[in-house]
């Protein structure tokens, strides 16, 4: 079975501080895909990365980075320097062996100016 | 292209009645979706298709039924509405390739059951 967990179910951060979203997946597959999405409060679905479990570099976008560690099963989510912008509910999701895509149950960012 | 398209935006429903959700996709993607999201669950996957022709359930089927005529269209029916489907839904497709393909998601229907 597959397993997504964000224990982080809400955070609060004034802007300008860097902030981590936590991931941490349970899959038996040896090839599996990790992805985060953005939910904004306008309710889309937005596309951040996909990572497969071959590759553990860590992945910079701008303020955005991610820590992919296959030694702790996690995919974690930095985000530098945040701005209200950021505000969303964030998902974590992991596809293994077939299409279909798990998902965590999402971190709440809030960012205060 | 127009992406993962879904309507209506927003319905009320009455106990009882019944509707389906439209998703299309225009970039000719294999693979179709339908999640429903609901607070504090995340999203988990009700019915999925990879192909014209072929459905199978997700994690949360009971209460919905789907068919693929064609490779753009994913319709979710629900027979017989109950409250507890009250719930924000969501379309997604992609390509069926290895490596995997990032999903894309329609912007949603959010659904009421009175």
């Known amino acids: 079975a597959q397993k997504v967990t964000q224990a982080q179910t809400e955070i609060s951060v004034v802007e300008k501080e860097d902030v981590t979203l936590d991931c941490v997946y349970e899959t038996r597959d040896t090839t599996y895909y990790l992805f985060w999405y953005k939910q904004p409060p306008s309710g889309e679905l937005v596309f951040l990365i996909r990572r497969n479990s071959f590759d553990e570099q860590n992945e910079i976008s701008g303020r955005y980075s991610w820590n992919f560690q296959k030694s702790t099963s996690s995919f974690n989510f930095t985000i530098t320097a945040s701005q209200v912008v950021d505000s969303a509910v964030y998902f974590c999701a992991l596809q293994g062996g077939s299409e279909k895509l798990v998902f965590g149950k999402g971190t709440k960012l809030t960012v205060n100016p | ?114």
């Not at chain 2, 009455?14 to 439209?22: A, E, I, N």
């Not at chain 2, 269209?73 to 390509?95: E, K």
């Open chain 2, 1 to 114: 292209n127009a992406g993962v398209t879904q309507t209506p935006k927003f319905q009320v429903l009455k106990t009882g009645q019944s509707m389906t959700l439209q998703c299309a996709q225009d970039m000719n993607h294999e693979y179709m979706s339908w999640y429903r999201q609901d607070p504090g669950m995340g999203l988990r996957l009700i019915h999925y298709s990879v192909g014209a022709g072929i459905t199978d359930q997700g994690e949360v089927p009971n209460g919905y039924n789907v068919s693929r005529s064609t490779t753009e269209d994913f319709p979710l029916r629900l027979l017989s509405a109950a409250p507890s489907q009250t719930s924000v839904y969501f379309c997604a497709s992609s390509y069926i390739s290895q490596p995997r393909e990032t999903q894309y998601f329609g912007p949603g229907t959010r659904l009421l059951v009175l």
